[in-house]
């Protein structure tokens, strides 16, 4: 079994910063890429912001600049900080991470955590 537990998420004003958290824990052999999505009321889930386990990260255009990933691979734990923030970063918030589980077999799998609501309000 994998969990990812995500926190931080609540309401602050437009201008204002948030950070996330998510931890992974289970029967984990390694992380590769770890990442954050959002999920505005009626509309698709979009990447926010990705990092590999080489530090590489990748940024929405909407959110370059303002949030900045980052994670601690010795607690399984990505971050999402997030500054400047306007009404339209408002939604539901999804940690992501692909997870080999074991040292045996090189197959890995997309986890997801239960989200947290981000409202940021104008």
């Known amino acids: 079994q994998v969990q990812l537990v995500e926190s931080g998420g609540g309401l602050v004003q437009a201008g204002g910063s948030l950070r996330l958290s998510c931890a992974a824990s289970?029967?984990?052999?390694?992380?590769?890429?770890m990442g954050w999505y959002r999920q505005a009321p009626g509309k698709q889930r979009e990447l926010v912001a990705a990092?590999?386990?080489?530090?590489?990260?990748n940024y929405a255009d909407s959110v370059r600049g303002r949030f900045t990933i980052s994670r601690d691979n010795a607690k399984n734990t990505v971050y999402l900080q997030m500054n400047s923030l306007k009404p339209e970063d408002t939604g539901v918030y999804y940690c992501?991470?692909?997870?080999?589980?074991?040292?045996?077999?090189?197959?890995?799998?997309?986890?997801w955590g239960q989200g947290t609501q981000v409202t940021v309000s104008s």
């Open positions: 289970g029967s984990i052999f390694s992380i590769n890429a």
């Open positions: 992501n991470a692909d997870i080999r589980r074991t040292l045996w077999s090189p197959r890995r799998e997309d986890y």
């Open positions: 990092i590999t386990s080489s530090d590489i990260t």
